[in-house]
């Protein structure tokens, strides 16, 4: 596996309000958003591993929460990229950089609670079954309002 990349800095809350105070409402939304775009972005990468940048950007594209084609999702990609959360290594696959690994670990450990609140008291089983289930349901969805 390749080094990690070089990119700068990814741009966090944190980084946004150093010397000039708490960062901003707007920039914590944005650097928010792009913190959960990375966190899905990379969902389909194992720790330690990379994947084919196309198989990111269709994988972005597929998430209906973010309202991206291929073309958003690959601006998306790029300007994670530009804000040094992931890197594209020598062998042409994408992966996390330090700052992007960082953002991840520390956004997990915020959410993690609340997801532990909302759906720990159901069977795992169950759930597999509902999201695939309202998968399904959001797919027909999409057939029915294609043919309108």
Do not use: K, W, Y
């Not at 972005?41 to 196309?54: E, F, K, N, T």
């Not at 209906?64 to 804000?83: I, N, S, T, W």
């Not at 950089?97 to 993690?112: F, M, P, V």
């Amino acid at each position: 596996m390749t080094s990690r990349s070089t990119a700068t800095p990814a741009r966090t809350p944190e980084a946004a309000g150093r010397g000039r105070g708490p960062a901003s409402p707007a920039s914590f939304a944005s650097d928010s958003c792009h913190v959960l775009a990375a966190r899905l972005a990379l969902r389909p990468v194992p720790p330690g591993r990379a994947a084919q940048p196309s198989d990111l950007r269709d994988f972005l594209a597929g998430q209906r929460q973010l309202g991206l084609d291929p073309a958003g999702a690959a601006a998306l990609l790029d300007d994670l990229a530009a804000r040094g959360l992931i890197g594209v290594g020598d062998d042409g696959l994408t992966r996390t950089t330090q700052e992007g690994d960082a953002l991840h670990t520390r956004l997990s450990e915020t959410i993690a609670p609340i997801t532990g609140r909302v759906f720990g008291d159901f069977d795992p089983a169950e759930l597999e079954v509902a999201h695939r289930v309202l998968n399904e349901v959001m797919r027909r969805a999409d057939e029915v309002r294609a043919g309108l």
